[in-house]
């Protein structure tokens, strides 16, 4: 008894013109992460991808029971993210991504990833998932994908220390063009880097 | 410049008899969770499979800074699970699954399964990704893979109020001989199940 989505749609009818003028997210009061966030909901109420957030790490070190019914968490701490934020799968397809943004108009600090993050987007290609990073310059509201492997070889020959140029980033990524609904189309990427087959 | 495991073995390799004495993970002081984590580390190490589990959401309410290098979390909740605990990529496929254990004998209470959870589950199917759920039968120390299909029918179908019998799981499922290392080797049972080809 397979669930029903409120749309049937194929995701190719739902596809906008790639030339929609960009959308500032700083004007409207949302930041990148947010607007990524909207679009996952979207995909996933469309039943286009399955794509989640993973929750903010935490170390729970004290927890108080008030009342029965809930626990109360009054000691905890921050913890260093292992993987990336972001994963999922579309269409058979295992995706990893990170999104970041930047003030910055000329290069993309690499201080945004750890080397965690690094290794652990390697170990996805080597099993053949697809890794990636959605970069969002907010001063250019300019915002690009940029394929993982791009990134770890600039990565690991600068040691984590510099910024990557954007040029960089425009001649080994892909631009974006952002949107009202869905925000962010990163999966219109996808499709034209992959063999994209509807599996319902 | 691809990161270099410490073990280059294939995975065919490193699979062991499937006759194991089966390991009682209660005697050694380990619950089932913390088997599963052991595995995927297992796993991970050996460049097998990227499986993590998904930190436990929190609703944080309240964070004090008493020094600026680390923030405590002072008032938080937990929130409850929107999707399953694990997810990664094997060999092209995403995995998604959760791991329960029971000390009863004759049956799985469903009511270790979220109604968004269950969701989820049908999403991914639908998406062409793996989901399954590992049941452990602490009592019998008996553990089962069983497909999402067969538990997303049988919860629909009662609603999720009831318990599964262990007698459909046995029919549904493949029984996993646990052992020493990797402890629940879940991955044989996919071997088994799909087509496996090493990506790298």
């Known amino acids: 008894m397979p669930i029903k989505y409120p749309n049937g749609q194929s995701f190719k009818q739902l596809a906008v013109p790639k030339k929609a003028a960009p959308v500032q997210f700083g004007k409207r009061g949302m930041n990148f992460e947010s607007e990524i966030n909207a679009t996952n909901e979207y995909y996933l109420a469309h039943g286009i991808a399955v794509i989640h957030k993973k929750p903010t790490p935490v170390q729970i070190v004290r927890v108080d029971y008030p009342q029965r019914s809930r626990a109360k968490i009054t000691e905890a701490y921050f913890k260093q993210a292992s993987t990336t934020d972001y ?64 990134l770890i070889q600039f990565y690991l020959e600068h040691e984590g220390l510099k910024s990557m140029p954007i040029t960089l980033i425009r001649e080994n990524g892909y631009a974006i063009a952002t949107q009202q609904i869905p925000r962010v189309p990163y999966l219109e990427i996808i499709n034209s880097l992959y063999e994209v087959t509807d599996h319902r």
């Open 87 to 150: 994963s999922g799968v579309y269409q058979g397809y295992y995706l990893d991504f990170e999104a970041k943004e930047t003030q910055q108009k000329t290069s993309f600090p690499l201080k945004n990833f750890h080397k965690h993050q690094i290794e652990h987007m390697q170990a996805v290609l080597d099993q053949g998932g697809i890794a990636f990073v959605l970069l969002h310059f907010a001063s250019l509201t300019e915002t690009y994908y940029l394929p993982a492997e791009p």
